[in-house]
């Protein structure tokens, strides 16, 4: 049996029913498709079907191989609506995932739909496919983004051949701000410190996750290690500079960062953000307020 003839079993069954169907790898970024008896194989993002330059916040292909089980998801795109399944599957022994797309549009009558409405329907579909990837209180990204998204940002920089750097940020003394002013104070300070954070990035390309407490995860694409340390170092001042605010209290607050910048690694999600929690170590051990790299 060729190749063609094995990927054409996998996929026959669903031709009937599914606009398009593809098995992808989700953490190589890489598709095949069965066009005019030919295996067709592409070097894309799957951002690239839906004509968007982001790659999608939540890749339920990658949660389907990674979990082993069959994840779907609603995309709204201008006037059309799509139901988007992810299924594991193993071919040739290699864990692969067959991607199904349906346009559901007429069948869910959504053609009847007023363009006030669209707007209101693109958001609940936004909503949906967000709403477990941020923390609620400093709508910065969560653990469980983190760890979907950091092995798919170190495959695309491999590919590309970019830099990538990851940043571990702690707030100093943040116990002792919780224990003397209480935690309706330490809270203002997180969210604030978020918020400066925020607006010290690119949001077009990187991006920030709370990774627990009164820590967090920076991802910064494409920049050098000295271009990064240059961010990191502008971050540093920017909350050195911040005070927050609570009825007739002033608090001055700092943060401590360790980085790492990789350029065609093979170090794994778990080893960068080892390598960065060691810098940040040693950025506390040098008396806080420090960005080590």
Same mark, same amino acid.
């Given at each position: 049996?060729?190749?063609?003839?094995?990927?054409?079993?996998?996929?026959?069954?669903?031709?009937?029913?599914?606009?398009?169907?593809?098995?992808?790898?989700?953490?190589?970024?890489?598709?095949?498709?069965?066009?005019?008896?030919?295996?067709?194989?592409?070097?894309?993002?799957?951002?690239?079907?839906?004509?968007?330059?982001?790659?999608?916040?939540?890749? &339920?292909?990658?949660?389907? !191989? $990674?979990?082993?089980? /069959?994840?779907?998801?609603?995309?709204?795109? #201008?006037? +059309? *609506?799509?139901?988007?399944?992810?299924?594991?599957?193993?071919?040739?022994?290699?864990?692969?995932?067959?991607?199904?797309?349906?346009?559901?549009?007429?069948?869910?009558?959504?053609?009847?739909?007023?363009?006030?409405?669209?707007?209101?329907?693109?958001?609940?579909?936004?909503? &949906?496919?967000?709403?477990? !990837? $941020?923390?609620?209180? /400093?709508?910065?990204?969560?653990?469980?983004? #983190?760890? +979907? *998204?950091?092995?798919?940002?170190?495959?695309?920089?491999?590919?590309?051949?970019?830099?990538?750097?990851?940043?571990?940020?702690?707030?100093?003394?943040?116990?002792?701000?919780?224990?003397?002013?209480?935690?309706?104070?330490?809270?203002?300070?997180?969210?604030?410190?978020?918020?400066?954070?925020?607006?010290?990035?690119?949001?077009?390309?990187?991006?920030?996750?709370?990774?627990?407490?009164?820590?967090?995860?920076?991802?910064?694409?494409?920049?050098?290690?000295?271009?990064?340390?240059?961010?990191?170092?502008?971050?540093?001042?920017?909350?050195?500079?911040?005070?927050?605010?609570?009825?007739?209290?002033?608090?001055?607050?700092?943060?401590?960062?360790?980085?790492?910048?990789?350029?065609?690694?093979?170090?794994?999600?778990?080893?960068?953000?080892?390598?960065?929690?060691?810098?940040?170590?040693?950025?506390?051990?040098?008396?806080?307020?420090?960005?080590?790299?």
């Amino acid at each position: 049996m060729t190749e063609y003839d094995i990927f054409k079993q996998v996929t026959e069954p669903y031709e009937k029913v599914f606009d398009i169907i593809r098995v992808v790898d989700p953490i190589a970024r890489k598709s095949i498709t069965l066009e005019e008896d030919k295996l067709i194989y592409r070097n894309i993002d799957c951002y690239a079907f839906w004509e968007t330059s982001e790659m999608c916040k939540e890749c &339920i292909a990658e949660k389907a !191989l $990674k979990e082993n089980k /069959t994840f779907v998801k609603i995309q709204y795109d #201008m006037e +059309k *609506m799509h139901i988007f399944f992810a299924t594991p599957v193993k071919i040739q022994g290699k864990a692969m995932v067959i991607e199904l797309l349906k346009d559901v549009t007429g069948n869910l009558l959504f053609e009847t739909v007023d363009r006030e409405n669209e707007h209101e329907i693109r958001n609940i579909t936004n909503d &949906i496919n967000s709403i477990l !990837l $941020k923390d609620s209180f /400093t709508n910065l990204y969560n653990r469980r983004y #983190m760890n +979907k *998204m950091l092995p798919v940002e170190i495959a695309r920089s491999n590919e590309s051949n970019q830099y990538l750097t990851i940043v571990m940020v702690d707030i100093d003394d943040f116990k002792s701000i919780n224990d003397t002013y209480g935690h309706y104070v330490g809270d203002l300070v997180i969210k604030k410190f978020s918020d400066v954070m925020i607006e010290s990035i690119r949001n077009e390309t990187d991006w920030i996750a709370r990774y627990g407490g009164d820590e967090f995860l920076i991802c910064l694409h494409n920049v050098n290690d000295k271009q990064a340390g240059k961010i990191v170092e502008r971050i540093r001042k920017e909350v050195e500079n911040m005070t927050v605010k609570a009825d007739d209290i002033l608090i001055k607050v700092t943060a401590s960062f360790g980085l790492v910048t990789v350029k065609d690694t093979t170090l794994e999600s778990d080893d960068l953000i080892k390598l960065a929690d060691s810098k940040l170590y040693e950025a506390k051990k040098q008396g806080r307020n420090k960005v080590v790299q």
